[in-house]
């Protein structure tokens, strides 16, 4: 195993506070849903998530993994920013010692954002901080994703192939494969998302297509 960093660990940017509290994430799926006068039946349609585990979403029982939050978002009209509400920057530039960090209701990996927003960008770009432990679901979407293991090991899955990945690997797959991933290190593991989402749940190329609220909700 890797040496792997806690949050508490002081080479770690963990000290500063994550921007905002949890999100409730389930809360603010079923708001748009019924803003837009969609069951779940329709919202599964939609984006191809069962009703059951929708359901548990919303009740914030089960929290999706980004790619199919990005579905989902796709399929109410939103771009992914919608729910996550992280937090705007000035410019392209982060730094380690103030990057803003967020978490989302119901799942204690703490995500930090390095990419930004600007006319044309496709890409959706974070750093994911993951306790030992951790096992994603299953899921495909359109798109593609890419990682890079900066700390520790992790197990991914890509149509049924197992790929042990470990400090400095990485690993390129359209999301159009079933994929799932989980932190088989004994601590935290850290890792740098890449995603291409071809459906436009990225803010660049989110266009509207009904009349519906799009505007942010408020953080809880």
């Given amino acids: 195993m890797w040496a792997s960093r806690k949050p508490s660990d002081p080479r770690m940017p963990m000290t500063h506070t994550p921007a905002g509290a949890p999100l409730a994430l389930g809360r603010r799926i079923r708001k748009r849903r019924q803003l837009m006068s969609m069951t779940l039946q329709d919202l599964s349609n939609g984006c191809g998530v069962s009703v059951s585990y929708l359901s548990q979403i919303e009740r914030d029982n089960a929290v999706p993994t980004l790619g199919t939050l990005a579905e989902i978002a796709a399929a109410l009209d939103v771009s992914i920013d919608h729910f996550i ?3 705007r920057q000035a410019d392209s530039v982060t730094r ?6 967020f978490s989302i209701s119901g799942t204690s990996i703490i995500y930090e954002q390095i990419g930004a927003e ?3 960008h496709e890409l959706t770009s974070f750093i994911l901080n993951v306790p030992p432990g951790y096992e994603s679901e299953t899921v495909q979407h359109s798109g593609e994703e890419l990682i890079f293991v900066l700390d520790g090991e992790v197990l991914q899955v890509v149509n049924g192939q197992q790929f042990l990945l470990r400090t400095g690997d990485s ?3 359209l999301g159009q494969h079933p994929h799932s991933w989980s932190n088989v290190s004994e601590g935290w593991a850290r890792l740098l998302w890449t995603g291409k989402m071809l459906h436009g749940a990225t803010p660049s190329s989110y266009v509207p297509r009904t009349g519906a609220e799009t505007q942010q909700p408020d953080i809880p």
């Avoid at 380690?96 to 960090?101: G, S």
């Fill in 85 to 87: 509400a992280t937090p």
């Fill in 96 to 101: 380690a010692e103030t990057r803003p960090q």
């Fill in 118 to 120: 600007f006319p044309g």
């Fill in 171 to 173: 690993m390129h797959y």
